[in-house]
């Protein structure tokens, strides 16, 4: 059992074909060396570029105002979360 798997000679073409489809099954989806250097580096520049994609699209709005406007006088409360407006404007 085990020297089949060490070696082709004395494997008729068919049993090598087979051990090449074992072989290559045992590797799917997995990457190996360069390939796997270069999957895991442009992994860390999509996370960085998200990374600062978000902090630019969502920048801390805790400490933004209110942006509305009452008798041309701007809002002094302090906005909601992921809004652009206190909670007596919304």
Same mark, same amino acid.
């Given at each position: 059992?085990?020297?089949?798997?060490? #070696?082709? $000679?004395? =494997?008729?073409?068919?049993?090598?074909?087979?051990?090449?489809? !074992?072989?290559?099954?045992?590797?799917?989806? @997995?990457?190996? #060396?360069? $390939?796997? =250097?270069?999957?895991?580096?442009?992994?860390?520049?999509?996370? !960085?570029?998200?990374?600062?994609?978000?902090? @630019?699209?969502?920048?801390?709005?805790?400490?933004?105002?209110?942006?509305?406007?009452?008798?041309?006088?701007?809002?002094?409360?302090?906005?909601?979360?992921?809004?652009?407006?206190?909670?007596?404007?919304?």
């Amino acid at each position: 059992g085990s020297s089949l798997l060490t #070696g082709p $000679e004395g =494997l008729m073409a068919k049993e090598r074909e087979n051990l090449k489809r !074992l072989k290559c099954l045992r590797r799917y989806r @997995q990457r190996y #060396g360069v $390939e796997a =250097l270069l999957h895991r580096q442009l992994k860390e520049r999509r996370m !960085l570029a998200t990374d600062g994609a978000a902090q @630019q699209a969502h920048p801390t709005r805790s400490s933004q105002r209110c942006s509305a406007f009452v008798d041309d006088v701007r809002c002094s409360n302090q906005s909601l979360p992921m809004t652009r407006h206190c909670l007596t404007r919304i």
